[in-house]
């Protein structure tokens, strides 16, 4: 079955960008029918998506971090990745990739989730 | 952005309980809503979409309803494995948004 694995730098310097990568295994990431998202959770709080991509390239972003997100895609590597920019402390938190199911939205939810990996924003 | 608004914010209950967790939308939604089961330093997983689709291989005794602003989980039978915390998200406007959380505890 699909799994998902989160992989990047679990420190950041604030002001600098936050760098993850999603590796998809499984299954193609250009087989369609799914969105790749990213989300993330602060500690001891709720969870914040911050947005998607399409094999093809197509993104959304919330707004509330569109100034400072990109999401891109590798389909050669079978992988997606998230820039965060300019980071502050109130950027620390766990940061998941996942699957959303069904093309175009609204689809089905996020069925297949990876393990989650924490990042930390401090000098 | 669309609100997502859970009650209770924690929920004492014991084993075989009928236990019902509640979210509510700042503007209608349709059913354009999931649910997720979180144990502690796992992600999440995907219980319930479109309101009251059951995902593949989770238990029968959890259940999902409503449609507009209004909808519930129902666990009909609480197990140990189901303590943990439950949160609603809605699809159907961007950004996507999750409700803060459900904790189940044992009483």
């Known amino acids: 079955q699909v799994q998902l694995q989160e992989s990047g730098p679990g420190l950041v310097k604030p002001s600098q960008t936050l760098s993850l990568t999603c590796t998809v295994s499984?299954?193609?990431?250009?087989?369609?029918?799914?969105?790749w998202s990213w989300i993330r959770q602060h500690p001891r709080k709720g969870l914040e998506w911050i947005g998607y991509?399409?094999?093809?390239?197509?993104?959304y972003y919330n707004p509330s971090l569109k100034s400072r997100v990109i999401i891109s895609v590798d389909t050669s590597q079978n992988q997606f990745s998230l820039k965060l920019s300019s980071v502050t402390a109130a950027d620390t938190a766990v940061y998941y990739c996942?699957?959303?199911?069904?093309?175009?939205?609204?689809?089905?939810?996020?069925?297949?989730w990876g393990q989650g990996t924490t990042v930390t924003v401090s000098s | 952005d669309i609100q997502m608004t859970q009650s209770p914010s924690t929920l004492s209950a014991s084993v075989g309980d009928r236990v019902t967790i509640t979210c509510r939308a700042s503007?209608?939604?349709?059913?354009?809503l999931a649910w997720y089961q979180q144990k502690p330093g796992k992600a999440p997983k995907l219980l319930i979409y479109?309101?009251?689709s059951l995902e593949s291989g989770v238990p029968s005794r959890f259940s999902g309803s409503g449609s507009g602003t209004e909808f519930t989980l129902t666990i009909s039978s609480l197990q140990p494995d189901d303590f943990a915390a439950y949160y609603c998200?809605?699809?159907?406007?961007?950004?996507?948004?999750f409700g803060q959380g459900t904790k189940v505890e044992i009483k």
């Open positions: 996942a699957r959303e199911v069904g093309v175009p939205p609204p689809g089905y939810g996020m069925d297949v």
């Open positions: 479109k309101a009251s």
């Open positions: 499984g299954g193609s990431i250009s087989s369609g029918g799914y969105y």
């Open positions: 998200q809605q699809y159907n406007s961007y950004p996507w948004t």
């Open positions: 503007q209608s939604i349709s059913s354009w």
């Open positions: 991509i399409y094999y093809s390239g197509t993104t």
